[in-house]
């Protein structure tokens, strides 16, 4: 009998699912709970970017240092709401939430629960469901190192 | 291929871009790394304190410069 299926629970869980490599690249779609729909990313870069603008827009987990910028953008308050609703309650009572967890990527599917925001980065845990191992990681470098690492098991075994 | 041109059809930051950035890493503790970021076209220095603000400040700032003034940085 096999090991049990390392599963993570979390509201602002987010499942990668690589499809390509290209041009020394990720392509694939992020899955959350929010949506039918998944959103494309073409690089790791966007990867990262869309992923902290999701959980910018949740306002969940909550942001440890504000986001400095290059091109003077003001710095943006956070509007506490009247009745103290974070945004991912709002989000969640009007779109509802599915399972994700049964979505895969054609090379990769990683589902990550990002905890705090501390450091202007991310620290969490992230399963990757290929080899259903539970990973931490103290930073989004560490994420995609973690990506990258079984990528390249999985590559090596095809081989 | 096709795969690629699905993901870039779909995606709205598919637009040329370029910028020049010089990058001084000052630090490389706790699994990220902290330094100064100079955008050499602006000649605008920041202090970024970790990889993923480091990518996210090029980022925005060549989200910035590819609207309506591709060509002029193009020719910069």
């Keep these: ?159 | 291929m096709a795969m690629m041109d699905d993901y870039k059809s779909k995606n709205p930051y598919d637009v040329k871009k370029r910028g020049t950035f010089i990058v001084k890493v000052d630090d490389c503790s706790n699994a990220t790394w902290r330094g100064n970021v100079v955008w050499a076209d602006e000649n605008i220095t920041k202090h970024f304190r970790s990889t993923l603000e480091l990518i996210k400040l090029i980022d925005e700032s060549l989200e910035s410069r590819s609207i309506g003034d591709n060509e002029e940085v193009g020719s910069a």
């Design chain 1, 1 to 159: 009998m096999g090991a049990a299926k390392q599963m993570l629970f979390a509201r602002n869980l987010i499942n990668i699912c690589i499809d390509s490599v290209e041009n020394v690249d990720y392509q694939g779609k992020i899955w959350h709970q929010y949506s039918d729909e998944p959103v494309c990313f073409e690089s790791g870069v966007k990867l990262l970017v869309m992923m902290d603008e999701l959980m910018d827009e949740w306002g969940f987990p909550q942001k440890g240092l504000e986001q400095r910028s290059l091109i003077g953008r003001g710095k943006k308050r956070h509007n506490r709401q009247k009745n103290d609703e974070m945004s991912i309650d709002k989000v969640q009572k009007t779109n509802g939430t599915r399972n994700i967890q049964n979505k895969k990527g054609k090379l990769g599917t990683y589902i990550v629960q990002v905890s705090f925001r501390q450091n202007a980065t991310w620290q969490g845990h992230v399963v990757c469901v290929n080899c259903n191992e539970k990973k931490d990681f103290t930073s989004a470098m560490e994420l995609i190192k973690i990506i990258e690492q079984d990528l390249g098991n999985v590559d090596e075994k095809a081989e």
